[in-house]
């Protein structure tokens, strides 16, 4: 099973971007998809994520101008800032492994 991330790149601040995440190979009983980044000196953290159970969650950075789309796990990124500059990774979870692409970079300045 591999993850590819993609859509990442330079954008000027309040620019857009969205980021895809492709699996190949098969996963088994998927519970969750989604998102984190992890910004040079910093710890990875959680951009977006969405359950099986319905449930949908953002890092408080990012609530109201990220949304991720249920189904393809896309992350559509609004209003970009430059703190948004991070390496984005895609993750796919299931109840005995989780998965992570290779990352993608975004970096947003002027």
């Known amino acids: 099973v591999q993850l590819q991330a993609s859509g990442g790149g330079s954008v000027q601040p309040g620019g857009s971007l969205t980021l895809s995440c492709a699996v190949s190979?098969?996963?088994?009983?998927?519970?969750?998809r989604g998102w984190y980044r992890q910004a040079s000196g910093r710890e990875r953290e959680l951009v977006a994520i969405y359950t099986n159970s319905g449930a949908t969650d953002y890092g408080d950075s990012v609530k109201g101008r990220f949304t991720i789309f249920r189904g393809n796990a896309d992350l559509q990124m609004n209003n970009l800032k430059p703190e948004d500059t991070a390496v984005y990774y895609c993750?796919?979870?299931?109840?005995?492994?989780?998965?992570w692409g290779q990352g993608t970079q975004v970096t947003v300045s002027s």
């Open positions: 993750t796919v979870r299931n109840g005995w492994n989780s998965y």
């Open positions: 190979g098969r996963i088994l009983s998927i519970n969750s």
